[in-house]
């Protein structure tokens, strides 16, 4: 295992002040593949992130950015639900489609990024995180997000614009500069992601279950 993560590790070539590692490469690679699929709505997306997450793993890990790492764990835990999740027919038999938050759930995601910022910040500047403000919200909006994805609501594009905002200067900072255009690139198809799912959700009101979900 050690050796795995050596070869990970290695640079393979200097971008700026960024030596690029085969982690961050890979991470790179992957992470772009699964914004796109995701963007299209394909069930691809959650493997390929499953993978895109592995590689982050090392790649934050290694640059102390613990939070960043350990929610690479939880998208791997969580990737495994939404695949389940997208694929399982609904008892229409139909999959599953695009649907809007309710407010009571975008209010609890909300409150989920707030609550999750608060608390993760004590525990990483006392694990001496190197920014772990930042660290702390943008791992709390990612969570909110993937949930939100897991369930195919249209504003889990509304969260992940919302950190790959703070994502793309935090990793400038960090001289991890293919990972902060990587993250460009991530904005960017966000946007075109909210477009196409806005364009792609049903025009049809939610049942009385949806909306309270």
């Known amino acids: 295992m050690s050796s795995v993560l050596d070869s990970l590790n290695q640079v393979l070539f ?11 490469l890979l991470g790179f690679l992957t992470g772009g593949a699964c914004v796109w699929l995701t963007v299209r709505a394909s069930v691809l997306n959650f493997p390929v992130g499953i993978a895109n ?4 793993l090392v ?38 489609a695009v649907r809007a938050a309710s407010p009571r ?12 910022t608060a608390v993760l910040y004590p525990i990483l500047h006392g694990a001496d995180d190197s920014a772990p403000f930042w660290d702390a919200l943008t791992t709390a909006l990612s969570l909110a997000a993937q949930w939100l994805l897991n369930l195919k609501r249209l504003q889990t ?42 364009a792609a959700r049903p025009a049809v ?9």
Request: charged residues 10%; neutral net charge; proline residues 3%.
């Open 157 to 198: 594009w509304w969260f992940w614009i919302a950190a790959d905002v703070v994502y793309v200067p935090l990793y400038v900072v960090k001289h991890l500069a293919l990972t902060a255009i990587v993250y460009v690139l991530f904005l960017a198809l966000c946007v075109a992601g909210l477009r196409q799912w806005q």
């Open 105 to 116: 759930m975008l209010a609890g995601c909300v409150a989920f990024a707030v609550v999750g």
């Open 14 to 24: 200097t971008l700026g002040d960024d030596h690029v590692t085969w982690a961050e």
């Open 53 to 56: 997450a592995a590689f982050f």
């Open 205 to 213: 009101p939610l049942r009385r279950h949806e909306v309270a979900a």
């Open 59 to 96: 790649l934050f890990a290694y640059a102390h950015l613990w939070a960043d790492a350990w929610l690479q764990v939880v998208y791997i835990g969580l990737g495994v639900v939404g695949w389940a999740n997208w694929v399982v027919r609904r008892p229409s038999a139909q999959p599953l």
